[in-house]
């Protein structure tokens, strides 16, 4: 499979990207909403530099450890009131497309919003939902593994390899080959400890 590893000064500069996108549309929105987990962290840049301080957020699960499930579902419902408003959706990147229509339809239970419109970091052109926003379109699909989910990524890595008595630099050179991608050393540590407390019935 291959990767690509995305660093917290591409994430910084692909949200101001956004905001830039998002203000020369004219769209202002109430609140922005995160889809967790992987929208948390960019709808919180994405609250700062757009002076959106009414900030909440739902999860949907559908990777586990860059695995993915059989569908996806909302695991924790929103519990904010968005009846009337205009919603920013935010997701780090828009993969198959349905992990976003479930959220639109969730948010239509919700309220319902006034308006909503869908901001990604990262758009797969071969996703079936295209975003309104997004800094980036992927014409090649690969993973993207981003700063905030390295730990769970890279250890689901080191299991499905069988590394997790392996030293770090077996682990990190057969990482690189399998993935294409050079992580560093602590990392690689930290997420060999997190491959071992890992349960084998864990979801």
């Given amino acids: 499979m291959r990767c690509e590893l995305v660093s917290w000064a591409q994430v910084r500069s ?56 059989a569908e996806a579902r909302v695991r924790y419902p929103l519990s904010a009131n968005v009846a009337g408003k205009q919603l920013l ?10 992990t976003c229509e479930l959220a639109l339809a969730h948010l239509a239970d919700c309220g319902p919003p006034a308006r909503v419109c869908t901001a990604v970091l990262h758009h797969k052109r071969g996703s079936r939902f295209t975003p309104d926003y997004y800094a980036v379109e992927i014409t090649e699909w690969r993973w993207l593994i981003y700063p905030w989910a390295i730990l769970e990524d890279v250890s689901g890595f080191i299991r499905e390899l069988s590394l997790v008595d392996a030293p770090v630099a077996q682990i990190k050179a057969d990482i690189e080959r399998s993935y294409g991608v050079r992580v560093s050393d602590q990392v690689l540590g930290d997420a060999r400890e997190l491959a071992r407390r890992a349960r084998p019935d864990e979801p």
């Fill in 89 to 98: 959706l935010v997701d780090d990147v828009s993969d198959a497309g349905d």
């Fill in 14 to 69: 692909l949200s101001r990207r956004l905001v830039s996108l998002i203000r020369s549309s004219g769209f202002q929105p109430d609140s922005i909403v995160a889809i967790g987990r992987g929208g948390y962290m960019p709808a919180r840049l994405l609250s700062d530099y757009l002076d959106v301080y009414d900030l909440t957020s739902f999860k949907i699960e559908h990777y586990r450890r860059a695995q993915r499930q």
